[in-house]
Nanobody, 123 residues
């Protein structure tokens, strides 16, 4: 069983930067692929970024590519999401997800999900 807790959300002005964290409990964190997703008001949840268990593989949605960096520290059981040049359309609840299979996590079918953290970008 893996529990995920996101943190770092809040209010940021457009153009600013924000870093999110997702701390995982449980063993063998490095064997889990991790993903970040977001859900804006009135919209479906969408994939943002993903990272393999070892951290050697990273994946990004086209909408955020170039503005965002996903990383992980397996010694701390934590995955991070650094987003720069934030836009009002980045406003959403951000969730992290974990799973044994990278393909499943990237498709939104991870085994575990956090409760989410709200990010609001003001114009």
């Amino acid at each position: 069983q893996v529990q995920l807790v996101e943190s770092g959300g809040g209010l940021v002005q457009a153009g600013g930067s924000l870093s999110l964290s997702c701390a995982a409990s449980g063993r063998s964190f490095s064997t889990y692929a991790m993903g970040w997703f977001r859900q804006a008001p009135g919209k479906e949840r969408e994939f943002v970024a993903g990272i393999s268990g070892t951290g050697t593989g990273t994946y990004y949605s086209d909408s955020v590519k170039g503005r965002l960096t996903i990383s992980r520290d397996n010694a701390k059981n934590t995955v991070y999401l650094q987003m720069n040049s934030r836009k009002p359309e980045d406003t959403a609840v951000y969730y992290c997800s974990a799973g044994r299979l990278s393909a499943a996590v990237l498709a939104g079918n991870g085994d575990y999900w956090g409760q989410g953290t709200q990010v609001t970008v003001s114009s």
